[in-house]
């Protein structure tokens, strides 16, 4: 049996004596789409870096393509994250660098390829979320929404296996949100990735699930499909999605 694309056993995460997730178990299969929903603060973020090995767990495991990620050495953690793209918070782009140049950093660290090569590789990523007319210019000459396309550009540069994106559509209006998310949809059909997506707007979760959760008092709720998530029994599920002052959850 093929092992799951991601895998938490009991994972527990904190910051000092502040606990973020508490004996988490969740499995993420081959080719899916996860949306992870929640307050701000809820422990999203960390969940999403979690599962991509980028913040360790205080107890419990986390494996990727059935490896432990806390078991390799260096080595072997630069080796297992070439399969793995991340899109951050804010894009995390390289300010002195141009759009071309933010794509071509992965490829110049993990790959081998020649100069001829990487650039054919730019042009790919950036034809394949609309930028192309971006190629020389920097981050701080794009607008928002260009920024976070670029970062989608930076995290499929590798051709990644599972696809990470943290709130993609943050900061977007309505419109390019959606756009947003059809561009993550239409990538996805393409490359047929894992794709685990966080956001705070349910009409987003909505539109790219999937499979939904929901980051809540520790825990992690599996509700579903989108159908299912509307109805999902918990009143900790209905207060978020339908954004009630009233139930059980407090502002964060």
Known sequence: MTAPAIEMQNVTVSFGDDTILKNVSLKVLHGETLVIIGQSGAGKSVLLKTMAGIQPPTSGK???EGVDWQSLSTEGKHDLSYKIGMQFQKSALFDDLTSAENIAFPLKE??????????????????????????????????????????????IALKPEIIFYDDPTAGLDPINSDRMAEMIIDLKKQTNSTVIIVTHDILRAYQLAGRIVLVVNQEVIETGDADQTAHHPDPRVQQFIHGSLTGPLTPS
């Open 62 to 64: 986390v494996l990727c």
């Open 110 to 155: 993990h790959t081998k390829l020649s100069e001829a090569e990487i650039e054919k590789r730019v042009l790919e990523c950036l034809d394949a979320v609309n930028l192309t007319d971006a190629h020389e210019l920097y981050p701080h000459q794009l607008s928002g929404g260009m920024r976070q396309r670029l970062g989608i550009a930076r995290a």
